[in-house]
């Protein structure tokens, strides 16, 4: 029986596997994560806005004579998403300050990168649990809420010139998850820990703003607002819905810049710590 010389074959994924490499780890992540009763009741928290906010839309609509409760309108959907950004900072903070720093105690990165994973997939598959988490309270309630608004209160929403809302409800937590998701990832690589990640991360998102709102009152000057990320998003949030805030008067542009920097900084910080080798100096 003859036998043939079969040299070394290096292993491939079926097709669609290349492209999603990242997906086993965003998914093991999540299970970690949700696995927790106490980070459970925190999502369960995080809708009771939504549970609010859809009964006073029932009552609304159904009584004009109760339109002190508020109007339905884009800005209803609005003033929901900014809400919503308080939970979203908890659910950043507690479901993704280990996401990182946890790999860099336990050695679990070198692991990662060791396999047919590069940069790119650990990253992506990192920022994945952040994102869905916080779209979990933002993109998913708000859709809901709008498609309740537009099924109650159809005379008032269903129409061409405001065919614009669901878009930017979209386009909105979007930027809301990916601007805490980013900043809560580099900050984790940062460090080891993941409590002192938490605290610098309250500091960072919290700390900011608090000095933003003292320079603001002592000076009045609507530039402050570039100080704090949780302003800008404040911003852009309301120039894309169209509310009007008398402390954040800035033009939406310098918010916008100043987030798409702050995304380009937590992303050059991911690129200098996530890598297969560990450098001790």
């Not at 994924?13 to 459970?40: M, Q, V």
């Not at 380009?264 to 560990?278: D, T």
Request: aromatic share 8%; glycine share 8%.
């Amino acid at each position: 029986m003859p036998i043939y010389e079969q040299s070394y074959r290096r292993w491939e994924a079926r097709g669609p596997l290349r492209e999603a490499r990242f997906l086993p780890i965003t998914r093991e992540a999540l299970r970690l994560i949700l696995s927790r009763r106490a980070f459970l009741l925190l999502l369960i928290a995080a809708w009771i806005p939504f549970i609010v906010d859809m009964v006073r839309l029932y009552i609304v609509s159904r009584y004009p004579q109760a339109r002190g409760l508020g109007e339905i309108n884009p800005q209803f959907f609005g003033a929901f998403l900014n809400r919503q950004l308080g939970f979203v900072t908890l659910i950043s903070i507690f479901g993704g300050a280990g996401l990182i720093a946890n790999d860099l105690r336990t050695g679990g990165i070198l692991v990662y990168l060791s396999r047919p994973l590069t940069r790119r997939d650990y990253v992506l598959g990192k920022i994945g649990v952040p994102v869905a988490l916080n779209l979990a309270v933002t993109l998913v309630p708000c859709l809901v809420l709008y498609a309740a608004a537009t099924s109650l209160a159809p005379d008032l929403l269903l129409k061409w010139s405001l065919m614009w809302v669901a878009p930017i409800i979209v386009l909105h937590s979007l930027v809301i998850a990916l601007g805490v998701g980013l900043l809560v990832l580099a900050v984790s690589s940062v460090s080891r820990s993941a409590r002192v990640t938490g605290v610098a991360l309250i500091a960072l998102w919290v700390g900011l703003e608090t000095l933003r709102l003292i320079a603001n009152n002592a000076f009045g000057r609507p530039e402050l607002a570039l100080l704090s990320l949780q302003a800008d998003v404040l911003a852009v949030g309301n120039a894309l819905f169209g509310i009007r805030d008398q402390q954040l008067t800035l033009f939406w542009a310098w918010p916008a810049l100043a987030l798409v920097a702050a995304c380009l900084g937590c992303l050059a910080v991911l690129r200098s710590r996530v890598r297969a080798v560990e450098v001790v100096r």
